[in-house]
């Protein structure tokens, strides 16, 4: 039972990082999908449906838990 328990947190592990399959030309990329984002919150901010969001602080070094890859907004 231990086993599977480990194997499962370690697939979810990889899972976070990134590393269980590589990135597919047809899935676009972060920043398009970043961009869209950004287009729709302020459409819906100009409608009045959603409120102006609060910038966030800068994340630190020692926030950061493992290598992040490059690619990753």
């Given at each position: 039972m231990m086993l599977a328990e480990q194997l499962k947190k370690s697939i979810l592990q990889a899972a976070i990082q990134g590393k269980l399959t590589d990135q597919r030309k047809e899935d676009g990329n972060a920043q398009d999908l970043y961009n869209q984002i950004q287009e729709?919150?302020?459409?819906?901010?100009?409608?009045?449906?959603?409120?102006?969001?609060?910038?966030?602080?800068?994340?630190?070094?020692?926030?950061?838990p493992f290598d992040i890859p490059k690619n990753w907004m």
């Open positions: 729709e919150k302020q459409k819906l901010i100009k409608e009045k449906k959603i409120k102006k969001e609060k910038s966030l602080s800068n994340i630190t070094a020692e926030e950061i």
